[in-house]
T-cell receptor
Framework: EADIYQTPRYLVIGTGKKITLECSQT?????MYWYQQDPGMELHLIHY???????EKGDLSSESTVSRIRTEHFPLTLESARPSHTSQYLC????????????FGNGTRLTVT | QKEVEQDPGPLSVPEGAIVSLNCTYS??????FMWYRQYSRKGPELLMY????GNKEDGRFTAQVDKSSKYISLFIRDSQPSDSATYLC??????????FGAGTRLTVKP
């Protein structure tokens, strides 16, 4: 059972639209992450957060933004979607403290036409 | 050069075969090594996690880490059609600087 929930699972949207991908976790984890996954490519980190009001950009240059107002919620927003944003977006979390592997949600498959 | 290189596959084997999946890496700071399994239209799920060099076994799965050679492997014994998925290797340093392989797609044919 997934304790980290992503909505929507699939989204098809036109160029120029603003979209928000939702991610919520019920495990009380402090650290949350957004990854982008394309077929045959490694996962790329686009944003992460180590707690409320803390957000950082990852390795992959991204036109998206994130917010962390509540521990359990880490939404990702694209102000103006483009076809190059077509991808799978994965949210993940881990607790603070000693090292723990990432726990992933089931992803949002985004298609921008 | 990528920090993590994973045998790309795809790999197709008959049911009951032993499967070997492999990754190499270049960053000696990596200390934590993971294998994730990802079914179609799902997120990656943690399969194996190890910290040190050596072998770790869990049922039909064995994870092997050789830090001196910077090489990790996942072995699947008595493979089943339900093992058909994409397998991702992942590794991290102490500061959670995690890197993933590109994944190997495995198909186990009945």
């Amino acid at each position: 059972e997934a304790d980290i929930y992503q909505t929507p699972r699939y989204l098809v949207i036109g160029t120029g639209k603003k979209i928000t991908l939702e991610c919520s976790q019920t495990m009380g984890h402090d650290k949350m992450y957004w990854y982008q996954q394309d077929p045959g490519m490694e996962l790329h980190l686009i944003h992460y957060s180590y707690g409320v009001n803390s957000t950082e950009k990852g390795d992959l240059s991204s036109e998206s933004t994130v917010s962390r107002i509540r521990t359990e919620h880490f939404p990702l927003t694209l102000e103006s979607a483009r076809p190059s944003h077509t991808s799978q977006y994965l949210c993940a979390s881990i607790p603070a403290g000693r090292y723990s592997p990432l726990h992933f949600g089931n992803g949002t498959r985004l298609t921008v036409t | 050069q990528k920090e993590v290189e994973q045998d790309p596959g795809p790999l197709s084997v008959p049911e009951g075969a032993i499967v070997s999946l492999n990754c190499t890496y270049s960053n000696s700071a990596f200390q934590y090594f993971m294998w994730y399994r990802q079914y179609s239209r799902k997120g990656p799920e943690l399969l194996m996690y190890t910290y040190s060099s050596g072998n770790k076994e869990d049922g039909r799965f064995t994870a092997q880490v050789d830090k001196s050679s910077k090489y990790i492997s996942l072995f699947i014994r008595d493979s089943q059609p339900s093992d058909s998925a994409t397998y991702l290797c992942a590794m991290s340093s102490r500061n959670n600087d995690m890197r993933f392989g590109a994944g190997t797609r495995l198909t186990v044919k009945p």
